[in-house]
């Protein structure tokens, strides 16, 4: 927990005298460092792992290839593995400025970087990939494309579970069902019997906090309309009608 910010000189002298005992005491006392997430933790040990861990960030599967080509030149920057001896590889960030360390690339970049390092090499052959929020810190433009991009990657065989809290990126989700890009089954009652060739590649689920914990409730799915997106549209109309009664009362 971080502690409360100083209010009075008071305040901030008192804190300062404990960050000057807490730093004399860091060479005596053991430092705790608490643990990762578990897929940060997974991803990190890839990284700093023996170099025939790294074996397969080098083999590049033919299934992604030109898809992530094609977003890394919308992205305007590549990620790459830069070799160093005696170390482990780092990531890098390779743009028409140059060349630079991911720490010092936009946050686009380093939130996008692990997604397009496993699709690269597939880890081995996996055939799932989970992610948490793949909007964070996108323009809305480029939140339409990373959509469109990982429905690109789910009809190139590979599984993705996500989630969500961007009205753009669903949109662009629904735009490819109507698409066909995620076509729905034409007899749902029988989608279990269905061949696996025409099931739907969607499943939609809205989480909901209940009275002990938090509960999913499958939505369902229309080739016209898609998934369902009124918890958005509910905001988006809210947000219009105040803007309109602010606008009135000032015009």
């Known amino acids: 927990m971080y502690p409360p910010i100083p209010r009075t000189p008071r305040d901030i002298g008192l804190q300062g005298e404990r960050f000057r005992r807490g730093s004399a005491a860091a060479g005596i006392r053991p430092i705790r ?16 792992g023996e170099e025939e861990h790294l074996q ?6 033919p299934r992604f290839g030109a898809l992530i080509e094609g977003l890394e030149k919308d992205l305007r920057a590549e990620t790459a593995l830069e070799q160093r001896a005696n170390s482990v590889p780092a990531v890098t960030a390779v743009t028409p400025e140059g060349t630079f360390p991911l720490s010092s690339a ?9 997604i397009l390092l496993v699709l690269n090499g597939a880890l081995g052959g996996a055939d799932h990939l989970t992610i948490d929020e793949p909007e964070a810190h996108l323009h809305p433009a480029m939140q339409r494309r990373v959509a469109s991009f990982l429905v690109d990657v789910v009809n190139a065989g590979m599984g993705v579970t996500l989630t969500t809290h961007s009205d753009f990126f669903l949109g662009e989700i629904n735009n490819c069902i109507r698409a066909g890009r995620l076509a729905e089954p034409q007899a749902p009652l029988l989608r279990d019997q269905a061949p696996e060739s025409e099931r739907s590649r969607v499943c939609a689920l809205l989480f909901s906090r209940e009275d002990r914990g938090c509960a999913g409730w499958r939505l369902p799915l229309d080739p016209v309309a898609g998934i369902d997106e009124s918890t958005f549209t509910d905001v988006m109309e809210s947000l219009y009608d105040d803007s309109v ?6 015009v």
Do not use: Q, R, T
């Not at 936009?106 to 692990?114: F, G, N, T, V, Y």
């Open 106 to 114: 936009s946050s686009m970049l380093s939130e996008l970087a692990p």
């Open 56 to 61: 397969w960030m080098h083999d590049e599967d």
């Open 245 to 250: 009664k602010l606008i009135d009362e000032l």
């Open 33 to 48: 460092i608490g643990s990762l997430p578990g897929v940060s933790a997974d991803f990190l040990s890839l990284l700093l």
